[in-house]
């Protein structure tokens, strides 16, 4: 995908160029950190499976979740994707959410081939068992800032 067409429409800031901030969360398995609103206007944080494809971010998640149900509500959305040990560094931004219930098996059966390398575990079976009642979550987003703390927190400098 050529540099222009990535993240076509999004505002990026910080240090990464677009295909830096691509090639970061395709090779990232930490969870994404997804915001929303509740019902009853309080934030909810969910730590969700993500794959990243064509400047979208994908997730999925159970008809009946609380996720959804606000989603359903409220589709504008923060997202955080990051590192968890040092030097950190990572994307966060805002994006607008699409639930499409007919993609939820195939994006589940994904997530779980990314995050569980295989579906042979007992996890992986238990949640591909459920996959008719998943939702797919695509997030397109408005906004993306990388960060990278990589040279304050290197290693220290020989004096």
Known sequence: MAERALFEGVRLNGPWSAAAVASFLEAEHSPLRLAV???DGAPLVVSVWFRFEESCLWCASHDTSR???ALRAAPRVGFEVSVNDPPYRGVR???HAELLPAEGGARLGQLVDRYLHGRDSRLARWLLSRSEDEVAIRLRPDW???WDYS???GPPADD
């Open 37 to 39: 609103t509740w019902g």
């Open 93 to 95: 931004g805002q994006a």
């Open 151 to 153: 040279r304050r927190m």
């Open 144 to 146: 993306i800032t990388s």
């Open 67 to 69: 996720l959804i149900r």
